[in-house]
């Protein structure tokens, strides 16, 4: 199994700033993922984040816009550049071990933007 | 491309049964997966199929049909507590641990 927390729950930020979430994985897990869910809508997969290289993008999303890192196996970031309002959602991260079917998800950050 | 379609919305009683179907069309399958998200809560597992069948895990059952990209899951003596969005969700394409694609899900409401 894999327990997943992120930080920050939630924030309310102002347009043209950014917002860095961490997410924190309490066992070494091969992949690792970053989701956006409108309320009462489908999670939508921004990206996969690989270790020690650049994350792999989804259409319509782009490095510059949503930077990903992570520096080793429990552990990931996921920046919202120059935020607009269309950016307000809620962010989850994922992890998944290799040959495990079952994938975990993090509470998700819920994010306001004004 | 890979989309899944299933129902927006079911509502049953306390003790019924509901079905919940999903048909996907992807470019390469690995296979099925169900996903329980409580109002504001994180989605998580419910169960797998790879192969054509019925897979039971006590009050929940899931079924895959490949041929006709087709799959339910199915919640039998429904309690309260099952009243939640329920999201199919496929790994397809070319790479087996790759990532998985979510359909619009299913809320399911329960009334007493």
């Known amino acids: 199994s894999a327990v997943i927390s992120q930080k920050p729950s939630r924030d309310i930020c102002q347009r043209g700033t950014s917002l860095t979430i961490q997410c924190q994985v309490d066992s070494q897990v091969t992949m690792m993922f970053w989701y956006r869910q409108q309320p009462g809508q489908s999670l939508t997969l921004i990206a996969t984040a690989n270790q020690g290289s650049e994350a792999t993008y989804e259409s319509g999303f782009v490095i510059d816009k949503f930077p990903i890192s992570r520096p080793n196996l429990t552990f990931s970031t996921l920046t919202v550049s120059n935020m607009s309002p269309e950016d307000s959602s809620i962010y989850l991260c994922?992890?998944?071990?290799?040959?495990?079917?079952?994938?975990?998800f993090g509470p998700g950050t819920r994010l306001l933007v004004l | 491309g890979q989309s899944l379609e299933q129902p927006s919305e079911v509502t049953a009683v306390e003790g019924a049964i509901v079905q919940i179907n999903c048909t996907y069309q992807t470019s390469g399958f690995y296979g099925l997966s169900w996903y329980q998200q409580h109002d504001g809560g994180a989605p998580t597992f419910l169960s797998y199929n790879a192969l054509d069948g019925l897979e039971e895990t006590g009050r929940f059952s899931s079924f895959l049909s490949r041929s006709d990209s087709y799959g339910y899951l199915l919640l039998q003596e429904l309690q309260m507590k099952d009243s939640a969005s329920y999201f199919c969700a496929v790994r397809g394409g070319t790479d087996s641990w790759g990532k998985l694609q979510f359909g619009a899900g299913t809320q399911v409401v329960v009334t007493p």
């Open positions: 994922s992890a998944r071990h290799r040959n495990q079917e079952t994938q975990y």
